[in-house]
């Protein structure tokens, strides 16, 4: 088995055009989120020296569609892969029709409880968060193995204190920076959209995140090794903005940042004691949110 040194976290893609993140160890890999489809998300397993064969559980944080994908759910079924999600994400899983049922007859589906941890992989415990989001329930995870620590919150229009203190001593930190508050004013999106991506139930701006970030920084120090920006807006961020919103964030620290894109995978992140510094990836050309 991996020891703490050799466990690994990836980012596949991040953004409006799908989401998925793996956590590698001995035991295997841990997906979270699975919203591309099956033959793009085997090309990104791919891409980072993966496949199916090494996936192992899958985790869901909200059934909007660009975190889950029916025609992969239907992969994970056929090849017996357990998928841990909120008992109240049924209602949208059952959408899938056949592939839902055949996902409770295989007793592949298998129920978390917010703010209770669960073992979705063997050494890797992971607690769900509730979090502010118009998908009701949207979790963040905090994830734990031996040595390290993962806090993951994709989607979220308000970062509140209780998100803070599950993160508190966290290694590795992905944190979404959707948009710049001022681009996203003045887009030329319908209102009603700008005020849902602006609203507490939306998503975090640049801003808001490197506030929050700053708050950890405060409370963890110097645990926190790693930030990985998430689910940026093509349309109404750039990723040099919200590189420099974190920096404010870390001036003085040793933190590195890697900023996700949609379609070209982060590096590997060393887990445990060992420190690779990786370049933040540009966000290429996808869907925006």
Not at 94 to 105: I, M, P, Q, S
Not at 113 to 142: C, K, M, Q, W, Y
Request: with cysteine; aromatic share 6%; proline share 6%.
């Amino acid at each position: 088995m991996r020891d703490a040194r050799s466990c690994r976290f990836v980012v596949l893609a991040s953004g409006s055009g799908g989401n998925a993140a793996v956590i590698e160890t001995g035991a295997g890999c841990l997906l979270v989120d699975f919203g591309l489809p099956p033959r793009t998300l085997e090309r990104k397993l791919k891409m980072v020296g993966l496949g199916w064969s090494r996936i192992r559980v899958a985790v869901l944080t909200h059934t909007h569609s660009d975190h889950w994908k029916r025609e992969t759910l239907s992969k994970l079924v056929e090849l017996g892969i357990p998928v841990f999600s909120h008992p109240d994400h049924c209602y949208d899983l059952a959408r899938a029709g056949d592939t839902f049922a055949e996902l409770k007859r295989k007793e592949l589906l298998k129920p978390f409880a917010v703010n209770r941890p669960f073992e979705p992989l063997n050494g890797v415990s992971a607690l769900p968060i509730a979090v502010p989001h118009d998908s009701d329930p949207t979790v963040a995870f905090r994830l734990d193995g031996d040595g390290w620590a993962i806090g993951y919150a994709a989607d979220l229009g308000t970062a509140r204190p209780d998100l803070l203190a599950a993160f508190d001593g966290v290694t590795v930190l992905g944190l979404e920076f959707n948009h710049d508050e001022q681009m996203q004013r003045t887009s030329r999106r319908p209102a009603f959209l700008i005020e849902r991506v602006l609203g507490d139930r939306g998503h975090l701006s640049n801003g808001q995140a490197a506030g929050f970030l700053s708050r950890m920084i405060e409370r963890c120090g110097e645990k926190l090794r790693h930030v990985v920006q998430l689910h940026l807006s093509r349309e109404c961020n750039r990723p040099a903005l919200a590189a420099a919103a974190a920096r404010t964030a870390i001036a003085g620290t040793s933190i590195e940042i890697t900023t996700a894109g949609q379609d070209i995978p982060t590096p590997f992140l060393p887990l445990g004691q060992t420190r690779v510094a990786s370049q933040a990836q540009p966000l290429l050309p996808g869907l925006d949110l």
